[in-house]
């Protein structure tokens, strides 16, 4: 599953979802760093403002968005930046800090068309952020995902809190078999800018905090 191969995947070829008990092993360890509130954050974002793990499970990790967690009567998204966050532990230390930035339409089943795709470095424990120029319009339910291919490890590592969401959760790994839950919390990942919808086309997220 390689998105150098005319750039984009089959479509349907991440679709099988497996939602299972994730264990505790080398690819996820402890961080103590300081955090805040998520509802600080001017974007979308599941994660809930303190990252507690660090992560390099799976080949492909990613959060599944549903709009209508954010404003009901959504029906999707007009995007010009993803942000990550990344975090390069000294007993783990990356092979590469390059990875694949991927945006898709798709169920919470599985990513099913991709729309952006750039090569970008990670930052250590700074935002790294992938500029979609022009801005794209997702469906109500869209993926953004870190694609580690280049690596041979799964670097470079995600931050995540600890909100340990079990099936609810909203975030992924992908270990080249199928999608699992990353039942630990949810990743350090944001999608911006604003919503489209009969009441809300053209509606920025700042504006719509004044709002509700």
Known sequence: MSPKQDGVFMKGSLAALSLVSLPLFAGNVRVNLPGGSGENYEGLTYFNGTPHWV?????????????????PGS??????????????????????????????NGLQTGPEVLLALEVLTALHYAPCYHVIVPDLITEQYFWCLVNTEISA?????????????????HSFFHDGLSWQTWELG????LAYWWYIGSSFEMTTWGALKTLF
């Open 75 to 104: 029906t999707g998204f007009n995007m010009n930046h993803v942000e990550y966050w990344f975090y390069e532990s000294a007993s783990y230390p990356w092979d590469t800090n390059q990875f694949y930035s991927e945006v898709w």
């Open 55 to 71: 992560s390099w499970d799976g080949v492909y990790r990613g959060t599944w968005f549903n709009t209508e967690d954010f404003v």
């Open 186 to 189: 949810e990743y350090y990942i």
């Open 153 to 169: 490890g799964g670097w470079p590592s995600i931050l995540g809190d600890n909100s340990m969401p079990g099936d609810a959760g």
